[in-house]
């Protein structure tokens, strides 16, 4: 048996001096290339550059004195995007998935929402060796939810971005968040093959306003947030750096 806690790791490259960081954000990739390896082809990347630049969104156990991850997500903002002159990793998915429909959608829904904070949430794993365990797995779905909701909240997230798998159901887990389908012309948009996932099917998806199971988990895993673990610089989080 183990207990879970929160860990914020937010922008590795503004802290890469900190062994800390650089102990949680390769332990991070290494658990979300070993999740990916379990579900798609060899060869699928769940890490990209944007890893140093992102806030990943981290359930974790304690091991001795090291934090584990067993499940995460990171998050990306327009804004991080901006300082650090890197494309929109969204966009760049889409249009090498042939996906120019949906690319244009999100180009409208970013220009009609010009100056409101929009992130790209993606690249969410689960450690192979506790998913067959329902039970935990179960518990950790519903510390994620918690974790979205009050990290986004914190920061003034007004609308987040993000695919869901159809094979693994993952749209059905962030609908339940209150991610919704995007429309098009009365009509939702069609799902993507994913190239850089050797053309597994995705729904696109974005949040503008959160589901009330969403908030009965904000509010069931208030103490699990409230003593979370944050590594950042940023004085936009509500706890000091660490």
Known sequence: MFDFKIVILDSPYDQLHDPRVRQILNDTMQMKIDGFKTGYPEGVLPVDGA???ATH?????EYGKKLLPVCGYKSLSLSKLEKHRIGLPLSSML????AHIHDEVVREILVKNNGKKIAWDYSFTILPEIRNDRKKIA????IITAINIYYHQ???TDITFASGVVKFKTDQYFNSMG????????EPLDLIKQDSLWGEEVR?????????YSKQMKEKYCELWNNRFELSKSK???KEAA
């Open 51 to 53: 890893d140093l630049v």
């Open 57 to 61: 969104l981290l359930v974790c156990i």
């Open 95 to 98: 249009k090498s998935s042939g």
């Open 139 to 142: 518990e950790i779905k519903e």
């Open 154 to 156: 914190m920061i003034g």
């Open 179 to 186: 991610f919704e389908e995007i429309y098009h012309n009365g």
């Open 204 to 212: 696109l998806m974005k949040l503008e306003a959160y589901s009330l």
């Open 236 to 238: 936009i989080f509500g």
